[in-house]
């Protein structure tokens, strides 16, 4: 079975960090991209960063640019973003998403309808 499993969600406080992974099964992630992305209540899903899969060529949203790292681990079939120095304006359900034929860098803008499979989704909560 196709899927992407996320975990590394929960509540946390302003100023901390979390990391996300994201493990791919049943399909080989290093043929894709891998993008994330988060959608908060009453808001479109957003784009936040995006990794190539050939070089390793990122994009981040100007939102996160600074305090959150994407990487990926081959060998382990699975992608993390680390997310620091967390605001209330970071809540929301992050989604991790694998994409073929795709090339992320700093002009590189993610869209949902470029990115085949998607995590269940996890929530991120900062709040004091």
């Known amino acids: 079975q196709v899927q992407l499993v996320q975990s590394g969600g929960g509540l946390v406080q302003p100023g901390g960090s979390l990391r996300l992974s994201c493990a791919a099964s049943?399909?080989?992630?290093?043929?894709?991209?891998i993008g994330w992305f988060r959608q908060a209540p009453g808001k479109e899903r957003e784009g936040i960063s995006c990794?190539?899969?050939?070089?390793?060529?990122?994009y981040y949203a100007a939102s996160v640019k600074g305090r959150f790292t994407i990487s990926r681990d081959n060998a382990k079939n699975t992608g993390y973003l680390q997310m620091n120095s967390l605001n209330a304006e970071d809540t929301a359900v992050y989604y991790c998403a694998a994409g073929e034929a795709l090339y992320c860098d700093s002009d590189y803008s993610p869209s949902t309808a470029d990115f085949q499979t998607w995590g269940q989704g996890t929530q991120v909560t900062v709040s004091s």
């Open positions: 049943g399909f080989r992630l290093d043929y894709y991209a």
């Open positions: 990794i190539s899969r050939i070089d390793g060529a990122t």
